[in-house]
């Protein structure tokens, strides 16, 4: 083969597999980015507004949980960016401060679906009296506890754990069953999963865990000693297992499925999920308790949707937002599919009848907290934060006092900037 | 070609492109890296030029100097590995039998995998419930339970010098084996007559002739490890306690996670500035065999 | 150097154990020490295909078994539709290599022909500000680059992520080209400019075809770098039908609520590997030949 037939050959493999890359566009009105974990929830809604709006159909963009601010962020910055947007309300504050958003006051004012939304919802997506979102695909921590493992123990499978005291003791009853069969469970990594799960007992017990501005006190309170100490020290008896200290998150939810854990932190997302992946796991589920009966807590988690700064649809986009809270698309998208409204006044619906433990999870909504702060990513969710540092420290070596004190420390430094 | 300068200037035309590419690309960026790093710019937007309190920060950040701490440890733990079993392997497919080069290309195989495929694939295997390398232990009767790697960062440490091992080994192998081919065949005929030994061979023929070739992948090798960012975020996320974390993991962290653009760019030009002084010296012993 | 690892082939097998230092007997001692290795190290990539061809459940089971109790191709089906569909991923890789490789020829042949051939003045500058790319770490430079692209329209977008992956190359690449240029031998030239041919003719008629050796080999090295890179990928490509495979990796191992699925994350893995793989077992000599050429000479 001469020079020139063997260079065009290779010329030529070059360009197909350049024109191959060009064919995956594919057309779409209005682009939305969804995180990994509200996709489910976020797909039933969107799926529900393609069939009546063909017009004007969404394109629903998955983006992995822990990329989706950064992907939010530099998006912004380099002014590419969806025309909607569900994320973690949890980063709210940054983005709205940032000035990322659309500011949805006046729309939303008169929208009397948004004076029903959850009070922790309104709250978070304002900032300095303007309204920058509104709830999307609510979630929320709650208890679960393994029926059959229960009563395999001898304790009553139609009673939940009331108190931190009592979560320890039935996991050391569970525990002595022996095997791979566990007490309790916790992903020892994940500083999410955590904030998520472990904070509101903390909370229920008066805690207050991140500080808002510079000068409060970052864990303030005795409850986040006495959760540490509880943890440990059934850490320390063996109750939970080994791999959960390194656990950043991938057995969040399969640790439980397996059928070897009693007792769990988890979220609402959870009754969908096991009903349909274990199917034959009998379990339970309550709000997270405190140190005393009657002391209870959650964290209000979930989705946000909000309009980028720079979309290209906002008057859709509105028109979504709009569509997303009324009645209809709040009991056929999300209640139908198990999942809460965030209007709360709707928890009480055809679907949720004969599932008790979704209405637990919306009268957890009522008791849940969510944390109005800047930084969270830096206190809370960065893989060496503060926060995970504190757990770990305080649950796997034992230095409870420690650990509270160097996180106090870090999170100041972090709110002083 | 001839001088004239003409064709001095031709030549130029040849290397423009390039030339501009690198600026562009490169020194360009470069410069604006640096000017960021005296700004407490944010992701999230704003920014003030701050001086060199980025870089005093850093000086006093704790986390800092515990991820330039863990990453020189990785460093100094791999490298003497990655050279001592790339000679050791070097020797023992050194001769040009069959089932010898078979080796030598399945011992180099992994060198064409992706980073960050292979660090996927010995997270799996190194996994406490489905992972066969645990399993492959237990089955030896090594260990009595499967370990969890992950939990101390000691013991991550060494999940990822072994899979990391596995992945770059063949590399030093192939180019030790080249260099000792290179050898010619007289000097080694001599020492035979004299009737040396083989480990006297080795040590005293074999290893002072490559030595230029095992410095050059030694510093190769220890500039990647001072880079490691694929191996440890796929593996260990950092932990735990962000005791696992490489000085480019805490750039990305920086810069990507927590928004500090302007504490990201000075942490950055700190690092260039060690790699700087790695790739010099790996420039000057380059030159220095291609001027003999 | 045009360093092949072969020495020459009049060599007796004894011959080569005795230039190795090794006497028959231990020659075989060691051959099987050798070959335990050889499967030591393939030990993992064996494992990974067949956890790929289990059921998916079976794949996740604990405890795991070494070999599947059925063979399904469950595990690659999930692959094939994750996300956007892994031809949406693999499409992408393979458009960024495309760049990639025709960035690094088009940058690399040209300079290394320009730094071989001609007097160029301050030569030596050049050529060290060509191989700045080795001394400033890319891994410092995506917050700039990112910014850049940002205002350039090529955030996000294959053609912007190919730049990045050339800046990688350029350094390999242009050193590679300039050797092999200057191992053309003087008399080729000569004749060529006897003949009348212009620079730019005797470069295209008598230098290109010989040197295309190298150009397979940049080209090999760039698709191979371009198709495994991992950073730039992750914080480059914003949308999930923008992601390349090895991000893809990313997402199939985070999956739903923390579920890992494992069998699928095989599959990815092995197809992640497969194009790399096969280039190495068929154009062995190019890619090692390069990396010779390339790091140590």
New interface residues.
């Given amino acids: 083969m001469t020079?020139a037939k063997?260079?065009s050959a290779?010329a030529l493999a070059?360009?197909t597999?350049?024109f191959?890359?060009?064919?995956?566009?594919f057309a779409a009105d209005l682009s939305m980015?969804v995180r990994?974990?509200g996709?489910?929830a976020a797909q039933h809604l969107v799926d529900l507004w393609n069939t009546g709006h063909a017009d004007k159909k969404i394109a629903v963009?998955?983006?992995?949980?822990?990329?989706m601010?950064?992907?939010l962020?530099?998006?912004s910055?380099?002014?590419?960016v969806p025309d909607l947007v569900s994320f973690d309300l949890i980063y709210m504050p940054?983005?709205m401060?940032?000035?990322?958003l659309t500011d949805l006051t006046a729309d939303l004012k008169g929208d009397p679906n948004y004076a029903g939304v959850a009070e922790a919802y309104k709250n978070i997506a304002t900032y300095d009296g303007k309204i920058y979102g509104a709830g999307f695909t609510p979630d929320v921590s709650i208890l679960v506890w393994n029926k059959d493992l229960f009563k395999k123990a001898g304790l009553d499978p139609e009673k939940g754990p009331t108190t931190l005291a009592e979560i320890h003791a039935d996991a050391t009853k569970i525990r002595a069953l022996g095997g791979d069969t566990y007490g309790y469970y916790f992903s020892g990594?994940c500083p999410g999963c955590n904030i998520f799960v472990t904070s509101p007992m903390m909370v229920a017990a008066g805690a207050k865990i991140l500080p808002a501005k510079a000068g409060d006190t970052p864990l303030d309170g005795d409850g986040v000693k006495a959760v540490l100490t509880e943890m440990q020290a059934m850490w320390k008896e063996g109750l939970i297992p080994?791999?959960a200290?390194?656990d950043?998150?991938?057995?969040?939810?399969?640790a439980f499925?397996?059928g070897n854990i009693g007792i769990e932190g988890s979220g609402g997302?959870m009754i969908s999920?096991l009903k349909e992946?274990a199917p034959n796991l009998n379990f339970g589920v309550t709000i997270l308790p405190g140190i005393k009966d009657g002391q209870q807590s959650a964290f209000v988690g979930g989705d946000v949707v909000a309009i980028p700064k720079g979309s290209k649809q906002a008057a859709v986009a509105k028109e979504f937002i709009h569509w997303e809270l009324t009645d209809e698309v709040q009991l056929e998208g999300l209640a139908k599919n198990n999942i809460i409204p965030s209007r709360p006044a709707l928890a009480d619906n055809k679907y949720f009848k004969d599932e008790p433990r979704v209405v637990t999870t919306a009268k957890a909504l009522g008791v849940g907290y969510v944390p109005w702060v800047f930084?969270f990513?830096?206190m809370v969710?960065?893989?060496?934060s503060p926060w995970?540092?504190m757990l770990?420290?305080a649950i796997?070596d034992g230095d409870v006092d420690g650990a509270i004190k160097k996180a106090r420390d870090s999170m100041s430094s972090i709110v002083a900037q | 070609m001839n001088s004239s300068n003409a064709s001095r200037w031709t030549g130029l035309i040849y290397v423009l492109p390039a030339l501009i590419f690198v600026c562009a690309f490169v020194l360009y960026p470069f410069g604006q890296l640096i000017a960021t790093s005296l700004t407490s710019r944010s992701l999230l937007g704003g920014g003030a030029f701050v001086g060199l309190a980025n870089y005093e920060k850093a000086f006093n950040d704790s986390a800092f100097w515990t991820a330039l701490g863990f990453t020189a440890r990785y460093t100094l733990f791999i490298t003497p590995i990655l050279m001592g079993l790339g000679l050791l392997l070097a020797f023992l497919v050194l001769p040009n039998r069959k089932i010898r080069k078979v080796v030598r290309g399945v011992v180099f195989l992994p060198v064409v995998i992706g980073l960050g495929t292979s660090s996927f694939l010995w997270y799996w295997l190194f996994d406490e419930q489905v992972g066969l390398f645990n399993k492959t232990l237990v089955d030896l009767g090594v260990i009595a339970h499967p370990i969890v790697w992950f939990n101390t960062a000691n013991m991550a440490l060494w999940a990822v010098i072994i899979s990391v091992t596995w992945k770059v080994v063949g590399f030093g192998m192939i180019l030790f084996v080249a260099a000792m081919q290179s050898i010619s065949s007289e000097v080694v005929e001599a020492s035979l007559i004299d009737g040396t030994s083989y480990l006297q061979r080795a040590t005293r023929i074999f290893l002072p002739l490559i030595l230029r070739t095992i410095l050059l992948v030694t510093l190769i090798s220890a500039i990647g490890s001072m880079l490691a960012f694929e191996q440890l975020y796929i593996m260990t996320a950092g932990g735990p306690r962000g005791q696992t974390l490489t000085t480019v993991y805490l750039i990305y962290q920086n810069s990507f996670i927590n928004f500090k653009l302007g504490y990201g760019a000075a942490l950055s030009v700190i690092l260039t500035a060690i790699i700087l002084c790695g790739t010099a010296l790996q420039l000057v012993l380059t030159n220095r065999r291609a001027h003999q | 150097m045009t360093g092949t690892v072969t020495t020459p082939a009049h060599k007796t097998p004894a011959d080569e154990n005795r230039i190795a230092g090794q006497n028959n007997l231990n020659g075989y001692l060691v051959g099987a020490i050798a070959v335990f290795i050889g499967a030591l190290m393939l030990a993992p990539l064996v494992l990974s295909f067949f956890a790929s061809i289990k059921p998916s459940a079976e794949a996740s089971a604990v405890p795991p078994s070494y070999l599947p109790h059925s063979f399904s191709l469950e595990n690659y089906d999930h692959v094939l539709n994750f996300g956007a569909g892994l031809g949406t991923y693999v499409g992408n890789s393979l458009g960024v290599a495309a760049f990639t490789i025709i960035f690094s020829l088009v940058l690399s042949v040209p300079a290394g022909f320009g730094l071989a051939r001609f007097n160029i003045p301050y030569k030596e500058v050049l050529f060290v500000i060509l191989l700045t790319p080795l001394m400033i770490p890319y891994q410092a430079l995506l917050t700039p680059l990112y910014f850049m692209f940002a205002k350039l329209g090529l955030a996000n977008t294959l053609f912007g992520l190919a730049i990045v992956h050339t800046i990688l190359q350029i350094p390999f690449s242009v050193y590679l080209m300039r050797n092999a240029f200057e191992s053309v031998p003087r008399e080729l030239e000569e004749a060529a400019v006897i003949d009348g041919c212009s620079t730019f003719v005797s470069f295209r008629r008598v230098f290109l075809p010989l040197v295309f050796p190298g150009m397979v080999t940049v080209t090999l090295f760039a698709f191979i770098a371009s198709w495994n890179e991992f950073l730039a990928a992750l914080i480059f490509m914003n949308k999930e039908t923008s992601f390349t495979v090895p991000i893809m990796l990313v997402s199939v191992r985070i999956g739903h609520f923390g579920a890992v699925d494992w069998g699928a994350l095989q599959a990815g893995i092995l197809i992640s590997i497969l194009p790399c793989a096969l280039i190495y077992i068929f154009l062995q000599k190019y890619y090692v030949s390069g990396l010779l050429g390339g790091a140590v000479k």
């Fill in positions: 020079f063997r260079s290779f070059l360009t597999s350049t191959l890359s060009f064919s995956t566009s980015w990994a974990s996709a489910g963009t998955v983006i992995p949980d822990n990329q601010v950064t992907k962020a530099t998006g910055q380099a002014g590419d940054d983005f401060k940032a000035g990322f990594a080994a791999s200290q390194a950043n998150g991938a057995s969040f939810v399969s499925m397996s997302f999920l992946k930084h990513n830096d969710n960065s893989d060496s995970i540092q770990q420290t796997f």
